[in-house]
């Protein structure tokens, strides 16, 4: 069996990455929304909001913190995947 081509690992690592990041983006989305929605009922209750805004809240701010991590998160994969693709060109012309 052919060993996979280079261009092959980098399209498979990419893929990876990006996957990662959406699913860490999520997950932190859940996580801060659940975690303030709860904080936010605990607390002294604010005068004037209900449920229905201590969520809207909450789902802004974890909606928020989702899409800045898988943000920077996609970028680290794009820089990584730069690294490697450069680090591979400087070997194969060294050899």
Request: hydrophobic letters at 35%.
């Amino acid at each position: 069996m052919a060993s996979p081509s280079a261009k092959d690992l980098h399209e498979k690592y990419s893929v990876e990455c990006m996957n990662n990041a959406y699913l860490g983006g999520v997950a932190c989305g859940i996580l801060v929304t659940a975690g303030l929605f709860l904080f936010q009922r605990k607390t002294r209750p604010v005068k004037g909001f209900n449920n229905t805004a201590y969520f809207l809240t909450s789902a802004a701010f974890g909606a928020l913190s989702g899409y800045l991590l898988t943000d920077a998160k996609i970028i680290e994969c794009k820089k990584t995947l730069k690294q490697k693709i450069d680090t591979e060109r400087r070997h194969r012309r060294s050899d």
